[in-house]
Nanobody, 123 residues
Framework: QLQLVESGGGLVQPGGSLNLSCSTS????????ISWARQPPGKGMEYVAG????????LYEDSAKGRFMISRDNAKNTLYLQMNKIQSDDTAMYFC????????????????WGQGTQVTVSA
């Protein structure tokens, strides 16, 4: 059974950093491209970044370029998102997903999405 569990969110000041993690099980992680997405309060789901199964190819939305870095550890079945120079509009629920851009709608109980980890940016 596919399971994605995000962690590492929290309250952070503008300009600060966070490192999100997504622990996975129920899939052959090393064979799967995987992504981060986010949903700001009151807004729709946004694609953030994706990484190929090997980790050699990465894709970033413009809002993440130069500030965020996606990576993976295939030995640990874990995905990461290093967030630097965090801005107020980075406030969102961040999701790990086995979907790629363009993202399909996220529905409750859809195992291709984790439950999310909240990132709140405030001074």
């Amino acid at each position: 059974q596919l399971q994605l569990v995000e962690s590492g969110g929290g309250l952070v000041q503008p300009g600060g950093s966070l490192n999100l993690s997504c622990s996975t099980s129920g899939l052959t992680f090393r064979n799967e491209p995987i992504s981060w997405a986010r949903q700001p309060p009151g807004k729709g789901m946004e694609y953030v970044a994706g990484i190929s199964s090997s980790g050699h190819f990465t894709l970033y939305e413009d809002s993440a370029k130069g500030r965020f870095m996606i990576s993976r550890d295939n030995a640990k079945n874990t995905l990461y998102l290093q967030m630097n120079k965090i801005q107020s509009d980075d406030t969102a629920m961040y999701f790990c997903t086995t979907n790629w851009r363009p993202l399909p709608p996220r529905s409750e109980g859809d195992a291709s999405w984790g439950q999310g980890t909240q990132v709140t940016v405030s001074a």
